[in-house]
C-alpha cells in the first residue's frame, strides 16, 4: 500500500502564499489517484481538490478554486497543492490522499499537516 508523508503546512498572514507538498512511497505513482482533504476544528474533513493519472481534469472544492493549484511530478513521486490568496477560513489540517485507479474511495492517507492563516 502507498505510503504517503505530507509537509510544507505553517502560519501565513490572509492574502499570502504557501506550498504544501505529499511524498508518496509506492512503485506504482502512476496508476494512483492522489487528493488533498482538509478538516477544521469542529468541521467534517472536506476534499479540497485532486488530480487523476494523467494531470488533467483536476478537481477543485468552490470555496478554493481559483486560488488553489493542484500537481503531480512523476519522477519525484509527489502532489503539490499551491494555495495562493489564503483565509483565515482556510486553517485546517491538510491531509494527502491516494487510491488506486478504478478504486472507488481514498485508501491511503498521510498523518497530515497543520496550516494556519491569521487575519
Known amino acids: 500500500q502507498v505510503q504517503l508523508a505530507e509537509s510544507g503546512g505553517g502560519l501565513v498572514q490572509a492574502g499570502g502564499s504557501l506550498r504544501i507538498s505529499c511524498t508518496a512511497s509506492?512503485?506504482?505513482?502512476?496508476?494512483?489517484?492522489f487528493g488533498w482533504f482538509r478538516q477544521a476544528p469542529g468541521k467534517e474533513r472536506e476534499l479540497v481538490a485532486s488530480?487523476?493519472?494523467?494531470?488533467?481534469?483536476?478537481y477543485y472544492a468552490d470555496s478554493v478554486k481559483g486560488r488553489f493549484t493542484i500537481s503531480r511530478d512523476t519522477a519525484k513521486k509527489t502532489v503539490d497543492l499551491q494555495m495562493n490568496k489564503l483565509k483565515p477560513e482556510d486553517t485546517a489540517v491538510y491531509y494527502c490522499?491516494?487510491?488506486?485507479?478504478?478504486?472507488?474511495?481514498?485508501?491511503?492517507w498521510g498523518q497530515g499537516t497543520q496550516v494556519t492563516v491569521s487575519s
Open positions: 490522499a491516494a487510491h488506486l485507479v478504478g478504486e472507488p474511495f481514498f485508501e491511503a
Open positions: 488530480i487523476p493519472l494523467s494531470g488533467a481534469s483536476t
Open positions: 509506492t512503485r506504482s505513482f502512476s496508476q494512483h489517484v
